[in-house]
């Protein structure tokens, strides 16, 4: 399983980069290629099975981490005094209670990255130095100062740079500064600001006007939590994250929880899209002690950045077995306070303890290296005892494309066709583009569905989803020349051309799970953007249906219900729902196909194509005066070489509609990536910077 691997393999190799920082600096931002934790996603344990997995992992390393046991020890001890579990998050592994978590907890309130206009400024290419450059992550001492140089609270190192304004950092921004306007953007002044106000980060932005006192990752924070022999709280979310914006309002929007935060903790708040390299290191801690990890990421640290204990999502009070944030701030206040230097020790345990391992691992005899041949044929046997032969993808719920995966299957059966694995694959996307989890109104896919089928989707959508699956669609049609793999590609291709790319090029991050129902509604719920009522389609065609055409007896709303499974009671199950905000509402999914809905509604699958096709378009019409999901402006520059991945792979099928355009789109991401995610001096690409932090992309001023 990947626990077992992350604990014998994980804990050795990417601990040896934690022994190394001791001397050495995590690579920056800008070298990072992939923000994403690799870790893999298992089917849903139990709780039972949950602790027995956590125990197993700490048992496989038991021999050459004898110290790290004893600070599990400890941690467990610690443990046992919090009852600290956490809860439902935006996952790496599955969490038990995400399922548990299902009987309560209301949506969620994000403020659209501190709400607001932003004032029209000049684009802003931020270069590093290589002097600069390095953002130092060590433990204890050694650990700081992080970005001293290059990056002070509310002061940025301005240069000029041809007709561009240069800032020394680890990002480029294209827009600057925030008018002040209250967190819903309503130009209400808010009651509460905070140090986050002045970054750049949409996230942290979210977090501006919270009554927590949050600093970001730096000097500052750590120089307080030292001088004030406070325990610092870690916070690592992303700005599209649903259960980051749970506990935001649940907890981090509480006066009540804000003043025990504020008095007894110093709080940072990380954006794990800009900063990887903190995320990761944390993580890593978090999957150790758990077994699994996720967002949003809740971390106590002691003042020298030694971890103590952690989680994921915790719901403000106790409840669903778990105890609620605040009965772990107060126990951690007292735990602190009489056994402060028993914590610390327990900080310093774990680093040694992997510091120990690490050596182990040097004086070990290398195993023998398993050749091409043997590694493709263990991948080969992985994937088909994991596969869902009915619904694709692996098997349980959730259930994520784990796209990485079905393209390096199509390489194994071009390498070795008798494995007969296209078949896997090929399943899995043709499920994939017959679910909920594929926007059916305007193409894209959610990060992930909630259940095995496919169903009912995790309504965020990711920029680095749409890359790999634009590579994974094209491969498919390369393989079968299936009209539908084109078709699901093209209309990838259109979604985040039209919602996610900048006038400039450059791809946007992602949207959020949340928008609000209507305009005049208070909070933002789940999936409201894409959910549809019956008797909201049923009108609307009915409205509208000299767009259809003559069909003669033919209804367009019976064609279109059937084919999609609209029902008038809803077509989301119960237990897929844990809020309700889905309560007699439709997600799209395709049962059957069209074929299947031609003969049982006495057609042909010419005229059920035209009403879907016309339908589809009604709906995106109505859909687009919504309230939207908030859009991360964030433009990071290796979600962007996926989409030109993605972009490469897809022109190179020669009989496609729209080749052309994609040629076009490509060859301009690759000139914004150049003009603006390019250091030429240094010859290094730049993390990520900023668009408009907006609903509407607008025009950069150069």
Not at 658 to 679: G, T, W
Request: hydrophobic share 35%; net charge positive; with cysteine.
């Amino acid at each position: 399983s990947i626990s077992q691997k992350f604990a014998t393999t994980t804990i050795s190799t990417f601990s040896s980069q934690f022994v190394q920082n001791i001397s050495k600096t995590v690579p920056p931002p800008g070298s990072v290629g992939n923000c994403n934790v690799t870790a893999e996603n298992q089917p849903p344990l139990t709780k039972r099975a949950k602790r027995k997995k956590g125990e197993e992992n700490r048992r496989k390393i038991s021999s050459p981490l004898a110290m790290f046991c004893g600070a599990a020890a400890k941690l467990n001890s610690l443990a046992g005094v919090l009852r600290l579990r956490s809860g439902p998050v935006d996952n790496i592994n599955k969490f038990s209670e995400w399922k548990s978590a299902r009987s309560s907890n209301s949506g969620s309130n994000a403020t659209g990255g501190g709400g607001g206009k932003r004032k029209k400024g000049i684009f802003q290419h931020q270069q590093r130095s290589s002097a600069n450059c390095c953002h130092q992550l060590r433990w204890f001492d050694q650990y700081l100062p992080l970005q001293q140089k290059q990056r002070q609270l509310g002061q940025r190192v301005i240069v000029s740079h041809g007709e561009q304004v240069c800032s020394i950092s680890t990002h480029s921004t294209m827009t600057t500064g925030n008018d002040g306007a209250g967190p819903s953007g309503t130009g209400t002044p808010p009651k509460h600001t905070n140090r986050l106000i002045n970054e750049k980060s949409p996230y942290l932005l979210q977090h501006a006007h919270n009554p927590v006192d949050w600093y970001p990752w730096g000097e500052e924070a750590i120089a307080r939590a030292r001088a004030e022999n406070k325990l610092i709280f870690l916070s690592v979310g992303y700005s599209t994250c649903h259960w980051c914006h749970v506990m935001e309002k649940e907890s981090f929007e509480s006066e009540e929880v804000a003043e025990i935060m504020n008095e007894n903790f110093v709080n940072v708040k990380v954006d794990r899209e800009e900063r990887p390299d903190i995320d990761k290191l944390y993580m890593t801690f978090i999957l150790l002690i758990n077994g699994s990890g996720g967002w949003p990421m809740s971390v106590w640290l002691t003042p020298d950045l030694a971890p103590i204990t952690g989680g994921t999502y915790f719901p403000p009070k106790d409840r669903w077995g778990m105890p609620g944030f605040t009965t772990i701030l107060l126990k951690l206040k007292i735990k602190w306070a009489t056994d402060g230097e028993d914590l610390k020790e327990t900080g310093r345990s774990i680093i040694q303890a992997i510091q120990k391992n690490v050596e182990e691992k040097h004086k070990e005899e290398p195993e023998l290296p398993l050749t091409v041949e043997e590694k493709f044929r263990q991948a080969i046997m992985i994937y088909r005892r994991n596969f869902d032969p009915v619904w694709g993808g692996s098997m349980g719920a959730p259930k994520f494309p784990e796209v990485s995966k079905l393209n390096l299957i199509f390489h194994l059966h071009l390498l070795d066709p008798a494995s007969k694995l296209l078949g896997v694959v090929l399943n899995t996307l043709d499920k994939m583009a017959a679910g909920g989890i594929h926007d059916h109104v305007f193409g894209g896919f959610a990060r992930y569905s909630v259940d095995k089928k496919w169903h009912v989707p995790h309504f965020e959508k990711m920029l680095y989803d749409q890359g790999q699956l634009l590579m994974a669609y094209a491969n498919g049609y390369k393989a079968t020349r299936k009209p539908l793999y084109l078709e699901v590609a093209d209309s990838i291709f259109k979604y985040i051309c039209k919602d996610l790319r900048h006038p400039a090029g450059g791809f946007y991050s992602g949207e959020d799970a949340d928008s609000l129902p209507a305009w005049d509604s208070k909070d933002k719920i789940e999936g409201a953007f894409y959910a549809w009522t019956f008797s909201e389609i049923k009108d609307l065609f009915n409205a509208n249906l000299e767009k259809f055409g003559d069909l003669g007896k033919l209804n367009p709303v019976e064609v279109f219900t059937e084919h999609y499974d609209v029902q008038p009671t809803g077509n989301v199950e119960p237990s897929s729902d844990p809020h309700g905000h889905l309560l007699e509402k439709n997600i799209l999914i395709v049962y059957g196909s069209l074929r299947e809905t031609a003969l049982k509604l006495d057609t042909n699958e010419e005229v059920v194509t035209k009403i879907l096709k016309v339908g589809n378009e009604l709906l995106h019409e109505v859909r687009d005066k919504r309230p939207r999901p908030h859009l991360d402006t964030k433009i990071i520059c290796a979600w962007n070489g996926l989409i030109l991945s993605g972009l490469a792979e897809l022109s190179r099928v020669k009989d496609a509609p729209n080749r052309a355009e994609y040629l076009e789109v490509a060859a301009k991401l690759v000139a914004f990536i150049r003009e603006n995610l390019f250091d030429a001096k240094a010859g290094k690409l730049l993390r990520s910077c900023y668009g408009d932090d907006s609903n509407k992309a607008k025009s950069l001023e150069v």
